[in-house]
């Protein structure tokens, strides 16, 4: 088949091509204003996922968008955007993440338009672009590129610097004249000009902004003493009588500005790898595919958001599937890690289902579209993300409101400084100041609970589960009751065959099959089960053909079969319970729900073989609900289904606290009593009939496949199909919440012992600034642990040996 393959570029694309990178803010002032552009980083307000964006969507009375921003570095920078943003009329709400660096504004597009907000944000000093541009990442490269220079240029300074200030240190006196210690002092202020002049620019510009915005940020107190070391060494250099002629510090300004400069690069690496993975599952999508013409049948290369229902479109190997679909042509594996967190690829061959995001690993594949934008499971799993990655838990929120107070103390107690030490030196008093100045940045204050919730939300999705509220972090780690209901759940959505008892001198295996043959003819959940049995057990075909087939509802199948090898031989057949058979039950007294088979004969109906059914209780069950006592979770079954059957349910599982006949109520009922008694309650259901109970429980998983994501109440949402998930996620909650509290206490530490030595001109402006970046680089160092991979363990040590979580492993029947 030929394969035409002309571009055909959006306007997006036109205008980059036009106007070239350094334009891309005029590009967005013309373009993004198009209500036609506005899905490409949005969706209307409350719509539901579950359709895709109509083209009247756009009059929509308020919209939500999403922005990455450039040039923020801290919690101060996101409290200004968002008041920023806040002030323009129209701007309904705005939440700006300093972990992330993106933000979520809600407009209303009869007031405003997204250039105008966006305006905003440039006039505070910051840059906004759609947070699904596809020059984001480029952005996202060039800082790091520009950070790795600045390191470089900082560092190459440094040394030479401290070259040029070894004789001073060391010298004694009468080693070094006068002029070679002027030479020095010279040499090293010509190379402390790049540090200062382009290492130091970012914190200058900051600076700059905050002062004519009249507004403090982390930077200002920096760049002050950045600005107060390298003028009071440049009057020492070019006046060395003077007040400040004692001694030059631009071996101090080089290092801090060298150990600055270090840790912010380290850390923008390190939230490239965790909170950045949140830009990296955004742009899963492929920018553009190959869409079949429905005159020509050629295929042509067009942007991805162009795609409409119906259309045919060709994925090559090792491409993301754009949308929504079902295989035309071809047979391939497909990884959908993303979207159920099983790691394995899974076949998908003509006629399968085909998710967007998941990708096509081995051969090219032609896919009908069934769903595209806001429709796909792939973008209701984005806009939990993005929804989840700007929210601020309690803790972070304690900490934005603390840091700029915290800043004009910090600067307060700088000049305080300054004036108790200027009578005795002025020179030790600026640099006294600068220590404070330096010293004292809350970063690692702003960064503790952020970059852990988010690196610990990151490690979840990966493993299945997404975190809708990140609140429910903290929650989960205090909870010491989880409460699961039990269908859907604790179970499959279905019954397995358990036993089997023939008739005296039937042949079990020519039964099964025989029941087989019938139960494929019914969509009961007792007929499923005896097909897939069968099924399961590779039995040959049955020796015998339907011939009439008739469903009675709530009873059972009634059935006439003919032999294949001679078609007069008939038999008139039932498959359902006994009272539908006409016949006492072969074993009365096993439990659980069962069918029966029976024939009719001259004598009447005789039963051929009863089969006993029970609940496909999933094999983990039991090890997680054991786990989870070990770990101090009491955990209880509260089910609508039948007492009897919830009982044997949680007798098979080892759950003392079981409860079957409860309505909604009883269950939150039930719930309201444990959290009354003190306890913190998690509950697990399966989203569908559970919301009540899911809102009203201190933390609430939604498990199961078939969860509505856009309207599950529950702050977990559980894709994958292992229960498992569920242990995972409490005991990376608590994992993450130890994290956050190590972080804070070393920030507090930090700043408890690091202050009075400054305050007492013990500190200097160096080992200030290394102070400062090793700070916040620790704590950044620190959540990223939560980043690896979490083993399934008892807590003692006579537990058995780790279970490495099987993501999403379905397991056998």
């Known amino acids: 088949m030929s394969q035409h393959t002309t571009v055909q570029p959006s306007a997006a694309e036109h205008a980059v091509a036009d106007t070239g990178f350094l334009n891309l803010s005029q590009m967005h002032s013309h373009l993004l204003d198009d209500p036609q552009e506005w899905s490409s980083f949005g969706r209307p307000a409350g719509q539901s996922s579950k359709a895709p964006i109509s083209e009247n969507a756009t009059d929509s009375p308020v919209w939500d968008s999403f922005v990455v921003l450039e040039g923020m570095h801290c919690a101060a920078c996101a409290l200004t955007i968002e008041e920023a943003l806040r002030a323009v009329p129209g701007v309904q709400a705005a939440e700006v993440s300093a972990a992330t660096r993106r933000a979520r504004v809600e407009w209303r597009p009869a007031q405003v338009l997204p250039s105008q907000w966006m305006e905003a944000v440039s006039r505070a000093g910051y840059r906004a672009l759609p947070a699904r541009d596809a020059f984001a990442r480029e952005l996202r490269q060039a800082e790091t590129r520009r950070a790795l220079w600045r390191w470089l240029v900082a560092g ?35 190379i402390s000009l790049p540090v200062v002049l382009f290492c130091c620019g970012p914190f200058f510009k900051s600076a700059l ?62 939230r490239d790898r965790t909170a950045g993975a949140l830009e990296a599952v955004m742009n899963r999508l492929p920018d553009s595919v190959l869409r079949q013409q429905p005159d020509s049948g050629e295929f042509e290369r067009v942007a991805t958001r162009r795609l409409r229902v119906g259309d045919v479109v ?113 020179g030790k008093a600026m640099m006294v100041a600068v220590a404070v100045l330096i010293v004292t940045c809350p970063c690692a204050l702003s960064l503790a609970t952020p970059v852990a919730m988010l690196t610990a939300a990151g ?84 020796a015998w053909l339907l011939d009439s087939v008739q469903e009675i509802a709530g009873s059972g199948l009634d059935v006439w079969v003919q032999a294949r090898s001679n078609t007069a031989l008939r038999r008139h057949l039932r498959l359902g319970s006994a009272a539908h058979c006409g016949v006492p039950e072969l074993a009365p007294h096993e439990p659980g729900q069962s069918v029966v088979l029976a024939e009719e004969s ?70 309201q009593a444990a959290q009354a008694a003190g306890h913190k309650v998690a509950m697990v259901g399966d989203g ?52 956050v509290r190590q972080n804070l206490g070393w920030a507090a530490a930090y700043n408890a012992i690091s202050i009075p030595l400054a305050l007492v001109g013990w500190m200097p402006a160096w080992l200030a600034g290394l102070g400062m970046a090793l700070s916040s680089l620790l704590v950044v160092a620190n959540a990223a642990r939560l980043a690896r991979a979490l083993p399934l363990q008892a807590a003692d040590s006579n537990a058995s040996a780790p279970r490495t979580l099987r993501r999403g492993a379905p397991s056998c029947h």
């Open 156 to 190: 190459l300074c440094m040394m030479q610097v401290m070259m040029y200030a070894w004789p001073a240190y060391t010298a004694r006196p009468g080693d070094l004249s006068l002029e070679m210690e002027t030479l020095l002092r010279w040499a090293s202020w010509v």
């Open 209 to 270: 902004k905050d002062i004519t915005q009249r507004r403090v940020s982390m930077d200002l107190p920096v760049a002050l003493g950045m600005l107060i070391t390298f003028v009071i060494s440049t009057l020492g250099t070019f006046d060395p009588s003077g007040p400040f002629g004692q001694e030059v510090f631009f071996d101090s300004l080089t290092m801090f500005v060298f150990f600055l400069l270090t840790g912010r690069w380290l850390e923008l690496r390190l």
């Open 688 to 739: 569908l009939n559970d919301g009540p109970v899911l809102a009203g429980a201190h933390v609430s998983f939604a498990f199961g496949k078939a969860v509505p994501l856009a309207q599950s109440r529950a702050d977990f949402v559980v894709l994958g199909d292992s229960l498992e998930l569920v242990l995972q996620s409490l005991l990376l909650a608590r994992r993450t919440l130890s994290v």
């Open 602 to 671: 001259q004598d009447g109906w005789l039963p051929l073989a009863q089969f006993h059914l029970s609940e496909d209780v999933r094999p983990e069950a039991a090890q997680v609900i054991a786990d989870l006592r070990q770990q101090g979770v009491t955990v209880q079954l509260l089910s609508g289904d039948r007492s009897a059957a919830v009982q044997t349910v949680a007798a098979k599982l080892g759950i003392e606290q079981a409860q079957g006949d409860c309505k909604p109520q009883d269950k939150l009922a039930a719930m």
């Open 314 to 426: 060709r994925v090559l190997t090792g491409e993301a599937f754009p949308a929504d679909g079902r295989i035309l042509r071809g047979t391939t594996h497909a990884d959908e890690a993303l979207l159920t967190g099983e790691s394995t690829p899974v076949l998908r061959a003509q006629g399968d289902a085909v998710t967007a995001g998941s990708y096509n690993l081995d051969s090219v594949v032609e896919v009908r579209v069934d769903s595209v934008g806001e429709g796909t499971r792939f973008a209701q799993i984005v806009n939990l993300m993005e929804s989840a990655s700007l929210q601020k838990p309690t803790l972070a929120q304690l900490a934005d409101k603390v840091a700029r107070p915290f800043l004009v103390v910090v600067l307060l107690a700088a000049l305080a400084a300054a004036i108790w030490w200027w009578p005795a030196d002025p």
């Open 459 to 542: 490690t979840l999705a990966r493993s299945g589960v997404l975190v809708r509220n990140l609140q429910g972090l903290e929650a989960l780690a205090a909870v010491d009751t989880l409460v699961f209901d039990k269908t859907g759940t604790l179970t499959r959505d279905g019954l397995v065959l358990r036993a089997l008892t023939p008739a005296e001198g039937q042949n079990t295996d020519e039964l099964l099959a025989l029941a087989s043959l019938l139960a494929r003819q019914s969509m009961h959940p007792a007929s499923k089960a005896l097909a897939q049995a069968a099924e399961v057990a590779e039995l040959p075909a049955s």
